[in-house]
C-alpha cells in the first residue's frame, strides 16, 4: 500500500475528526448581563439561597430564578423548585431568591434557569440563561464544600431552525450520480466473474440514489424535530446532538480510516470519500446541531454547503468506481492478480 493510503489520509482524517470535536464542544462565552452567586450543591429540602446581578436592571421587566433538573440518566425532569418572580428596579442589581428542592428519587442534578420577561412568565421571557449541572445531596458529606461561589452561567440560544436550501433539481441530479455509480459497478463488470464487494457497492450507490431522490434525511430531520417539541424535550437536546453528532463523525471517520488500510481489493479512496462524505453530511443534516447547520447553510452560488458536499461526495464516488471498472476493462487479470 501507498504511504499516501495508510498514512497520511488516515492522519487528516483523524484531524478532520478532532477539528469537528473541538468546533462541537467549544466552550460557550459566559453571560455578560448578569452574576449569580449560590451555593456549589443543591441539599435536598434545605434552602438554595441565591444571588442575582444584574449588570444593566431595567424597570418594567420581571426577574425570574427556577432549578431545573434531571435523573441518573440525563432525562429531564423539568422545573423542580421554581422562585417568586421580582420586578426589577433600574437602580438596583442584587435580587436574592431562596428555593427548597422536595426530595425525590429520581434527582440525580440540577441547573439554574434565570430569565427575564415583561410579565413575569416564562412565555414572555426576553433574556434567558442558565448555570452548569449542580449536584443534588440529601445531606452534606463531610469533604463537600458547598460555600457560595460564583456559578458559570451561559446565555440559552433559542436556536431557530436554519433551513438547508436543496431544490429538487438539485437532489435529482445528485441521485443520478448515484444512479450512475451503481450502473458503472454492475456494467464495468458483466463480461466476467464478479468480485466480492461490487454488488454490495452497487447496492449501496441504488440506496443514496433513492434517498436522495425522496429527501429521506430532511423527512427524518424533521420527524426528529417534531416529536423533541411534542415532548416538550425541544430546549434540552443539544447534549445529545453533541454527543450523536460526535458519534456519527468518528464512525464514519474510523470506517474510512480502516477501509483505506484494510480493504480487500482495495476500494479507491475517492469512493470511500464519496461514500462516508455523504453519509457524514446527511447524519449532520438531520441530527440538527444548530454550530453544523450554520455551516451547512452557508450559500456557494446556488446551492448550499449541505447540498455542494453531497454533490461533491456523489461525483467522487462516481469517479472512483469509474476508474476501478477502467482499470480491470484493461486489465483482464487484475482480478487473479489479487
Known sequence: MSRVRTLLLP???AAGVVAVAVYVFREAPPAAWLRVDAPTAVVVAQPFVATVTLAEPRDGLF???DLHGRDARRHPLRVVAAGSSQAVVAQSHCYTFSLIVPGRPDLADAHAVIYVSTTGHWADRVQVAHSKSLQVVWAVPDDMDTQV???IIHDQQSNPKIELSSPPAVRIAISALWAAGAWVAIGGWRRRPIPRGIPALAAICLGLALWEAFAL?????EAARTFAQAADVYEDRRSFQQFATMGTVCALGGLAALGLRRSRPRMPAATLAG???YGATEF???LSLHEIDAVLATAFGPLSAAAALRALAAALALTGIARQTRAAALDPGIEAAR
Not at 434525511?217 to 430531520?221: D, F, T
Open 11 to 13: 492522519a487528516a482524517i
Open 275 to 277: 461514500i462516508v462524505g
Open 63 to 65: 426577574l425570574n430564578f
Open 217 to 221: 434525511g430532511a423527512w427524518i430531520g
Open 284 to 286: 449532520a443534516a438531520m
Open 149 to 151: 461561589a460564583p456559578l
